[in-house]
């Protein structure tokens, strides 16, 4: 039996979406009508009916715009107005179809258009040579700027953007440092890496991670040597790549590093080499098992641990949803999509179709990474990594009670990666091999005064033309839309209504928003 709510009978909109209806009568079901009415009431009611269905499905398709907003959100670095649209006209299983169809090799004209970053550096200098030790860091330095701009652009520009987004999850759970690597190209080659593989089993990219160069500088399996087993990646690969921590003893550090002896790789074309006369060929027993076990062995044993499913599972829920623990049931949830094949994608397309993936508590649970609050901004208001328009914008107006010159940007280079930087995240240089931490990690005050002089530098220098062509009374629903956003709380929108007659100081202050800070 089909009933009308009685709440679509009424004269006030709907949930705010202008679904409004003339109440004619109390609810009543279909069932209950009499057989034996008049054609004029008949028709009248056959009307009032067919306005409610229409206003049902009008909430329903706004639901949808509002879902696959969020899942853009998370999942990639937010939509525009217009490509939200057409997102939901086909709903929100396709739009998920659609982002996880970007993984892997998929075509991406649009980050593939961006111009390579230049990783040319001299030789590395001999010991004791400062001169040679200063050219080769300030060449470090400066290909690790241009790498820093190429991503950004990559992720402001992706046709993929699932695929960059799990990039930069890849990059913070295998954290590694240019600060100790020293080298641009195997942090470039890592970077292809993750793209690359990362949406496909766990326990192949864990393999081909292990054996990345700039991993086995930046935790030292190059210097592990039969005669003096070097211990850190043996155990970073149990306690932050695939087990966590309680879930491993010193035995199996030890036992993993005499198994990873011999690694190494070639530093002329940059790929895995095994060297045998520095291999610990005798038996090892790690993780419950007993065998003359190498290096892939040791990763194979982690891997297939009932306790990294849970653990990696965990993981990319609190990346993309809100913050869990291996034990919660969502996580359980998620086992049967992962499976024994390790696969990221079934995982991810599991999250993204989870009913709490849409829940509050998912759209309120994470604050925005500096990296991806800025790509988000810019990729919504026609910028690139250097602030330069994409597009012809037209002029800001409106005028900005602060300025931006030589305030706390200029001290860091007025690029979104050094922007980045002066909010906590640096590209390519985590702060250590835990990686960013979530949440209260990225708020205090320092950075809120930053993100308030980013939204200002943003929107005079962006597209905020939709903004600014809107009458006043509608710039707030414009503002939301540039943004990628359902639209305000109550709070948010009584703060934006005091600025709506000046467009450049409104799209500012939307950017340091609860609704544009949290992803």
Same mark, same amino acid.
């Given at each position: 039996m089909?009933?009308?709510?009685?709440?679509?009978?009424?004269?006030?909109?709907?949930?705010?979406?202008?679904?409004?209806?003339?109440?004619?009568?109390?609810?009543?079901?279909?069932?209950?009508?009499?057989?034996?009415?008049?054609?004029?009431?008949?028709?009248?009611?056959?009307?009032?009916?067919?306005?409610?269905?229409?206003?049902?499905?009008?909430?329903?398709?706004n639901?949808?715009?509002?879902?696959?907003?969020?899942?853009?959100?998370?999942?990639?670095?937010?939509?525009?107005?217009?490509?939200?649209?057409? $997102?939901?006209?086909?709903?929100?299983?396709?739009?998920?179809?659609?982002?996880?169809?970007?993984?892997?090799?998929?075509?991406?004209?649009?980050?593939?258009?961006?111009?390579?970053?230049? $990783?040319?550096?001299?030789? =590395?200098?001999?010991?004791?040579?400062?001169?040679?030790?200063k050219?080769?860091?300030?060449?470090?330095?400066?290909?690790?700027?241009?790498m820093q701009?190429?991503?950004?652009?990559?992720?402001?520009?992706?046709?993929?953007?699932?695929?960059?987004?799990?990039? $930069?999850?890849?990059?913070?759970?295998?954290a590694?440092?240019?600060?100790?690597?020293?080298? =641009?190209?195997?942090?470039?080659?890592?970077?292809?890496?993750?793209?690359?593989?990362?949406?496909?089993?766990?326990?192949?990219?864990m393999?081909?991670?292990?054996?990345?160069?700039?991993?086995?500088?930046?935790?030292?399996?190059?210097?592990?040597?039969?005669?003096?087993?070097?211990?850190?990646?043996?155990r970073?690969?149990?306690?932050?790549?695939?087990?966590?921590?309680?879930?491993?003893?010193?035995?199996?550090?030890? &036992?993993?590093?005499? &198994?990873?002896?011999?690694?190494?790789?070639?530093?002329?074309?940059?790929?895995?080499?095994f060297?045998?006369?520095?291999?610990?060929?005798?038996?090892?027993?790690?993780?419950?098992?007993?065998?003359?076990?190498?290096?892939?062995?040791?990763?194979?044993?982690?891997?297939?641990?009932p306790?990294?499913?849970?653990?990696?599972?965990a993981?990319?829920?609190?990346?993309f949803?809100?913050?869990?623990?291996?034990?919660?049931?969502?996580?359980?949830?998620?086992?049967?999509?992962?499976? &024994?094949?390790?696969?990221?994608?079934?995982?991810?397309?599991?999250?993204?179709?989870?009913?709490?993936?849409?829940?509050?508590?998912?759209?309120?649970?994470?604050?925005?990474?500096?990296?991806?609050?800025?790509?988000?901004a810019?990729?919504?208001?026609?910028?690139?990594?250097?602030?330069?328009?994409?597009?012809?914008?037209?002029?800001?107006?409106?005028?900005?009670?602060?300025?931006?010159?030589?305030?706390?940007?200029?001290?860091?280079?007025?690029?979104?990666?050094?922007?980045?930087g002066?909010?906590?995240?640096?590209?390519?240089?985590?702060?250590?091999?835990?990686?960013?931490?979530?949440?209260?990690?990225?708020?205090?005050?320092?950075?809120?005064?930053?993100?308030?002089?980013?939204?200002?530098?943003?929107?005079?220098?962006?597209d905020?033309?939709?903004?600014?062509?809107?009458? =006043?009374?509608?710039?707030?629903?414009?503002?939301?839309?540039?943004?990628?956003?359902?639209?305000?709380?109550?709070?948010?929108?009584?703060?934006?209504?005091?600025?709506?007659?000046?467009?450049?100081?409104?799209?500012?202050?939307?950017?340091?928003?609860?609704?544009?800070?949290?992803?």
């Amino acid at each position: 039996m089909i009933r009308v709510p009685p709440e679509l009978l009424g004269n006030s909109s709907v949930n705010g979406l202008g679904c409004s209806r003339r109440r004619t009568g109390p609810a009543r079901s279909i069932a209950s009508l009499p057989n034996r009415r008049s054609t004029c009431e008949n028709h009248k009611w056959r009307v009032t009916l067919s306005s409610h269905f229409a206003c049902i499905i009008e909430l329903m398709a706004n639901q949808t715009r509002s879902d696959i907003a969020v899942l853009y959100r998370r999942a990639g670095f937010s939509l525009n107005s217009t490509e939200l649209d057409q $997102l939901v006209l086909a709903g929100y299983s396709s739009a998920v179809d659609v982002l996880l169809s970007g993984l892997g090799g998929a075509p991406d004209p649009g980050g593939n258009s961006v111009p390579l970053p230049n $990783l040319v550096t001299p030789p =590395p200098p001999s010991k004791g040579n400062l001169v040679e030790i200063k050219a080769y860091n300030r060449s470090v330095s400066a290909a690790t700027t241009d790498m820093q701009r190429w991503w950004m652009d990559r992720m402001i520009s992706t046709s993929t953007p699932l695929n960059e987004k799990l990039t $930069l999850f890849w990059h913070g759970h295998f954290a590694t440092s240019v600060a100790k690597v020293r080298n =641009p190209t195997l942090m470039y080659m890592q970077n292809l890496l993750f793209r690359q593989a990362g949406g496909g089993s766990f326990a192949t990219l864990m393999q081909e991670v292990a054996k990345d160069g700039a991993m086995m500088v930046w935790l030292d399996t190059i210097s592990d040597k039969k005669a003096n087993p070097n211990e850190n990646f043996a155990r970073e690969m149990m306690e932050l790549f695939t087990l966590g921590v309680g879930n491993y003893s010193q035995q199996d550090v030890v &036992s993993g590093a005499r &198994s990873f002896t011999g690694w190494n790789y070639n530093r002329l074309v940059y790929r895995y080499v095994f060297d045998p006369l520095q291999h610990d060929f005798g038996s090892k027993t790690y993780l419950g098992q007993t065998g003359n076990w190498n290096g892939e062995n040791i990763v194979s044993i982690a891997t297939a641990r009932p306790e990294s499913p849970r653990f990696i599972l965990a993981k990319m829920w609190s990346h993309f949803a809100y913050p869990v623990a291996t034990t919660d049931n969502v996580v359980t949830d998620l086992l049967g999509a992962y499976g &024994s094949g390790m696969s990221i994608s079934g995982a991810l397309r599991a999250i993204f179709l989870h009913p709490a993936f849409l829940s509050a508590t998912t759209r309120t649970g994470l604050v925005k990474q500096p990296v991806e609050y800025l790509a988000g901004a810019a990729r919504a208001l026609g910028l690139d990594a250097s602030l330069t328009p994409t597009k012809s914008n037209a002029s800001a107006s409106g005028s900005a009670p602060i300025s931006t010159e030589a305030t706390t940007l200029t001290r860091f280079g007025v690029t979104l990666p050094r922007i980045a930087g002066a909010l906590g995240q640096k590209l390519f240089d985590p702060p250590n091999v835990g990686g960013w931490g979530q949440n209260g990690y990225w708020l205090d005050t320092v950075t809120a005064q930053v993100r308030l002089e980013v939204g200002l530098l943003l929107a005079r220098r962006g597209d905020i033309s939709t903004v600014q062509s809107a009458p =006043p009374s509608q710039r707030l629903d414009a503002t939301a839309n540039l943004l990628g956003l359902d639209g305000w709380g109550s709070t948010t929108a009584a703060a934006l209504n005091q600025v709506t007659s000046r467009p450049v100081e409104l799209v500012a202050l939307a950017l340091t928003s609860p609704e544009y800070v949290l992803a």
